[in-house]
């Protein structure tokens, strides 16, 4: 049988526990898992892209299914260049639902051989989001129980 492989985009801005259930379930699915940082200048993230993957790279090392790299433009025309036209995303709760549908049928209309997965992670996890967690970060909270060392390194240093 041929490799099966899917795109994991994203910010990771950083990478939560969150982000890392999704690409362990992902691994179970799929031989390759190609995590895409997503460069996203609009977006203002708090780290650069090298540094995300950083992150992700460190705390997805365990694990010879995944490959982390940026993502420059749009997702499509990364597919087509990989050649690889499953996209998987994580779905948290209703709220991300809306937004989620809309990127999933714009994709199929720029490219109609992507299919996009939804992949649902552990319920302790539902509740988190990068975003959550800088704003914990920013007021000197302890964000350990949510993000992997190599992030709590990352927003240490980067907030302090
Ligand atoms: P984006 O800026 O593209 O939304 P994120 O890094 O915030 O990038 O999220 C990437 C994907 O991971 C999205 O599909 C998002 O819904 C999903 N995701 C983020 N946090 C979680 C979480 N705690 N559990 C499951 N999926 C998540």
Known sequence: MTPRGAIYPGSF???????LDVISRATQLFDLVIVAVATGEGKHPLFTVEERIRMLEEST???PAVEVVSLDGLLVDFAR???????????RAVSDFEFEFQMA???RKLEPRLETVFLTPKEDYTYLSSRIVK??????GD???????????????KLE
């Open 135 to 140: 704003e914990v970060a920013r007021l000197g």
């Open 13 to 19: 801005d950083p990478v939560t526990f969150g982000h």
């Open 105 to 107: 049928l714009m994709n």
């Open 61 to 63: 090392a365990n694990n």
């Open 143 to 157: 964000v350990s129980p949510f993000v992997p060392p190599s992030a709590t390194r990352g927003l240490r240093t």
């Open 81 to 91: 260049d990989r050649g690889i036209f499953t996209v998987i995303r994580g779905l």
